[in-house]
């Protein structure tokens, strides 16, 4: 007689660019299931930041759990798989207290990471590490991104040549194991969570409103006290080269705060990055998340739509489980 198989538990993925509306609806859909909400922005773990990273308010985080937020200072370097193991055992906690998890978040590495596991890359020595670092400082990221595209060209053709954090990546990777991470990451995954049934929504607002939302946060930003924030963040002293350092807004309101931008040409700037990295964003969960449920946040504006859609969403998840399990 054949042993009972435990059903997958659930999780729920709110995916989505920056300024789409997602936190909200993750907040909704918290305190409507009597969920958790697990972050999943890369930049939004970083507890010296949540001006600049648009965490959640105090009262939001009032109203339902959230977690990993703000979980690590400045000068650490958060990866992706540090954050799933962080994630995975945020999850598993819900579930032994009767809750959703509600994993939001925009980065889309932490989301892939989660669901489909990591590929086997061995730890990355320290001293490659920095001198990978060191070299990116040294000659600059396109001129970086040029050395990659003749030893991995598979990763040089989809990085930005400005995307300083995965080219170092990318070269390290290559330096210490003589492979290229693409063929890492051709490889099959390892630890992908069976046990865990995932239901993906991502909020898409079409670009102009997308776009605008991007333009009104940052002056909202520095309204609230952004400039303050990356003042303390300065007052460190930190390498540059940091993932907090470099976060969307920081760079622009540091300019600000030294003289060398204006503040008019600091905000234009930091607007057209962040509508940048938005349609990137777009571009990726339209790609890697083909069979998400794709929404428009306002689309549920009212009560009435955004029960019919919750209810919608949550009765197929259980039937999901049902049929897997």
């Not at 978040?105 to 020595?125: A, F, K, V």
């Not at 390892?190 to 239901?199: C, G, K, Q, R, Y």
């Not at 057209?272 to 990137?280: E, G, V, W």
Request: proline residues 8%; aromatic residues 4%; glycine residues 6%.
């Amino acid at each position: 007689m054949s042993q009972p198989t435990t059903p997958p538990r659930p999780v729920l993925i709110i995916g989505g660019p920056t300024a789409s509306g997602k936190s909200g609806l993750a907040l909704a859909w918290a305190k409507r299931a009597g969920g958790v909400v697990i972050n999943a922005d890369s930049m939004q773990v970083y507890a010296d930041l949540r001006i600049v990273t648009a965490r959640p308010s105090e009262a939001d985080e009032a109203e339902a759990p959230h977690t990993l937020y703000g979980v690590v200072p400045a000068s650490v370097r958060m990866s992706a798989a540090r954050w799933r193991e962080l994630a995975l055992a945020e999850i598993d906690t819900a579930h032994a207290a009767g809750r959703l998890p509600i994993v939001v978040g925009g980065t889309g590495l932490y989301l892939r990471s989660l669901m489909q596991g990591l590929s086997d890359i061995p730890d990355i020595p320290a001293p490659v590490r920095q001198a990978a670092m060191e070299l990116q400082g040294d000659i600059g990221s396109p001129a970086l991104h040029e050395r990659l595209a003749v030893v991995d060209p598979v990763t040089a053709a989809r990085l930005h040549p400005t995307d300083s954090q995965r080219l170092i990546r990318a070269w390290e990777v290559i330096q210490a194991t003589g492979r290229s991470i693409s063929d890492w990451q051709a490889a099959p995954p390892a630890d992908v969570p069976t046990h865990l049934s995932f239901t993906t929504l991502v909020v898409e607002p079409p670009r102009p409103r997308l776009y605008a939302q991007c333009d009104k946060r940052f002056v909202t930003m520095l309204e609230q006290g952004a400039a303050a924030e990356v003042a303390a963040l300065m007052a460190q002293n930190l390498d540059p080269a940091l993932p907090a350092c470099k976060a969307l807004g920081v760079p622009e309101i540091a300019a600000i705060l030294t003289g060398a931008m204006d503040r008019e040409a600091a905000i234009a700037k930091a607007q057209q990055l962040t509508r940048n990295y938005a349609k990137r964003q777009l571009t990726w969960f339209r790609n890697q998340m083909p069979a998400a449920v794709r929404l428009d946040s306002t689309e549920l504006a009212s009560e009435i739509a955004f029960t019919k859609f919750y209810d919608r969403i949550m009765t197929g998840m259980t039937k999901n489980i049902a049929k897997i399990g």
